[in-house]
């Protein structure tokens, strides 16, 4: 098993302090089941690239209890690809030869370790039950370029048909911690199986590794269940302490936004940003449409009850809600035509989705008050950098206005989710800012009674890009 790491970071021989694996020296690492080396094919202050090659003792393993599984007898005990695949094998050699680098930890280069940096990955056979499409599945979402050439079952023998090994290589600029973690989790997804038992420490291991992307990511359920193994039982936990073992996120979601709701009833300040989205949209001339957070489907029915708009795609990260939005718009009866003009996805904003690319608009309505900082830079790229519709309008809470709110006590967000709420002049500066940055004109108007000092409830900006 061959798999590179590569930087031009400058001087990328920092490398060597992020993996604790100094450039000029030979690693190697004992493992249950052979050995790994480390070792540095390049090294110089322009490109540093770091190597792990894994021998796998296929004779040892199957002395060994839970030899791999196959269905060719003894002969396939020992005749099999595991020597040669990127699979669990490989993950458990990144974790024992990079531990200290996969924990973002780095005694000299801390400010780097936290740093995002370019960083490419190189893998020479990688097995893909699923196909490219899996493939890009998995890694896409979370940034990565991917480039992907299959192998040839035999170029002898082109009858064979095509194998299921694929050569790929995943650029991205990530903390390398980041980037080791995806590696660790997702390779042996895309194998679809383990070397060894699963049990209920194989899902701390998952959290530990994908708690701070997994329950965003829109292949969750699926990465779950491959890396347990498909074992339902062990699933359905997973899942469960994604969701913080705690209140359910999604009744916790409801009430808080019941509650804002109830704090701006007075003025019925949601029909009124409905209506000014949707005058938007369609001064816009938008027919393919995306709601981004489109929650239980009210800007979604409205766009549906207007012909003009012939491609509507809702997206939101919460599977119940998408289900309460497939129920408002009742799309179980809806007519076939009507039905073929509207699509709900599961998806998290926060990771590169090329389902999302060649729309003419998305509505983002209240939902950037709800990002903290580094989560709002990477919604800003997903949306404005890889997706890149041709107009944009977006919606979010006037902090001036508050003191209007009777309900509302002093220093109070709307909502408790909230992550920040922006006067007029910080929503114009960060505005501006992104559309200089990404090719886009904005302008901006007032949602709501406009009061002389206070401004509007809501502020609304659109986007439109540049040719």
């Known amino acids: 098993m061959y798999l590179t790491i590569t930087?031009?970071?400058?001087?990328?021989?920092?490398?060597?302090?992020?993996?604790?694996?100094?450039?000029?020296?030979?690693?190697?690492?004992?493992?249950?089941f052979g050995r790994a080396f480390v070792f540095y094919p390049e090294a110089s202050d322009e490109r540093c690239t770091a190597a792990l090659l894994t021998e796998v003792d296929p004779v040892g393993l199957v002395r060994k209890t839970g030899?791999?599984?196959?269905?060719?007898?003894?002969?396939?005990?020992?005749?099999?690809?595991?020597?040669?695949?990127?699979?669990?094998f490989t993950s458990v050699a990144l974790a024992r030869a990079f531990n200290t680098a996969m924990g973002g930890r780095s005694k000299d280069r801390q400010p780097l370790a936290d740093a995002q940096i370019p960083l490419r990955v190189e893998i020479a056979v990688l097995p893909c039950r699923g196909g490219e499409a899996l493939l890009r599945g998995l890694f896409e979402p979370l940034g990565y370029t991917?480039?992907?050439?299959?192998?040839?079952?035999?170029?002898?023998?082109?009858?064979?048909?095509?194998?299921?090994?694929?050569?790929?290589?995943?650029?991205?600029?990530?903390?390398?911690?980041?980037?080791?973690?995806?590696?660790?989790?997702?390779?042996?997804?895309?194998?679809?199986?383990?070397?060894?038992?699963?049990?209920?420490?194989?899902?701390?291991?998952?959290?530990?590794?994908?708690?701070?992307?997994?329950?965003?990511?829109?292949?969750?359920d699926e990465i779950t269940r491959r890396y347990l193994k498909h074992q339902k039982y062990l699933m359905r936990e997973a899942l469960a302490r994604l969701a913080d073992e705690g209140d359910d996120p999604d009744?916790?979601?409801?009430?808080?936004?019941?509650?804002?709701?109830?704090?701006?009833?007075?003025?019925?300040?949601?029909?009124?940003?409905?209506?000014?989205?949707?005058?938007?949209?369609?001064?816009?001339?938008?027919?393919?449409?995306?709601?981004?957070?489109?929650?239980?489907?009210?800007?979604?029915?409205?766009?549906?009850?207007?012909?003009?708009?012939?491609?509507?795609?809702?997206?939101?990260?919460?599977?119940?809600v998408l289900e309460k939005a497939a129920e408002r718009l009742r799309l179980d009866t809806m007519p076939a035509r009507k039905r073929e003009r509207i699509e709900l996805l599961q998806g998290s904003l926060m990771y590169r989705d090329a389902r999302?690319?060649?729309?003419?608009?998305?509505?983002?309505?209240?939902?950037?008050?709800?990002?903290?900082?580094?989560?709002?830079?990477?919604?800003?790229?997903v949306l404005f950098e890889h997706a890149r519709p041709g107009a944009v309008v977006m919606t979010t809470p006037n902090r001036e206005y508050n003191v209007k709110f009777e309900t509302l006590p002093a220093g109070k967000f709307r909502h408790q989710d909230h992550r920040f709420e922006w006067t007029r002049a910080e929503?114009?500066?960060?505005?501006?800012?992104?559309?200089?940055?990404?090719?886009?004109?904005?302008?901006?108007?007032?949602?709501?009674?406009?009061?002389?000092?206070?401004?509007?409830?809501?502020?609304?900006?659109?986007?439109?890009?540049?040719?």
């Open 67 to 88: 030899g791999p599984p196959g269905e060719g007898g003894l002969l396939d005990q020992y005749v099999n690809d595991r020597p040669y695949v990127s699979s669990s």
């Open 146 to 220: 991917v480039e992907a050439i299959r192998h040839a079952l035999d170029a002898n023998f082109p009858e064979w048909g095509e194998s299921r090994y694929w050569k790929v290589a995943l650029t991205a600029e990530k903390r390398l911690a980041e980037l080791l973690e995806h590696l660790y989790v997702l390779l042996p997804v895309l194998d679809d199986d383990k070397h060894y038992w699963v049990g209920k420490d194989e899902i701390d291991k998952l959290l530990v590794r994908g708690g701070g992307w997994l329950a965003g990511h829109p292949e969750r």
């Open 251 to 320: 009744e916790v979601a409801e009430l808080q936004a019941a509650q804002e709701g109830a704090i701006e009833e007075r003025i019925s300040l949601n029909q009124q940003r409905l209506g000014s989205v949707l005058a938007a949209l369609r001064q816009l001339g938008a027919k393919r449409v995306l709601d981004l957070g489109c929650g239980e489907g009210r800007l979604l029915s409205l766009l549906l009850a207007e012909t003009s708009f012939s491609k509507i795609v809702g997206m939101d990260v919460s599977p119940r």
């Open 7 to 32: 930087t031009t970071h400058k001087p990328a021989t920092d490398l060597g302090y992020l993996l604790h694996k100094r450039p000029g020296k030979l690693h190697e690492v004992e493992l249950t």
């Open 427 to 467: 929503f114009q500066q960060w505005a501006n800012r992104v559309a200089v940055a990404h090719g886009y004109a904005v302008t901006f108007l007032p949602i709501g009674p406009d009061d002389a000092d206070s401004g509007a409830p809501t502020q609304m900006a659109i986007f439109r890009r540049g040719n």
């Open 356 to 381: 999302l690319s060649e729309f003419d608009a998305a509505a983002v309505v209240e939902v950037v008050e709800h990002l903290d900082a580094p989560r709002l830079a990477a919604f800003e790229r």
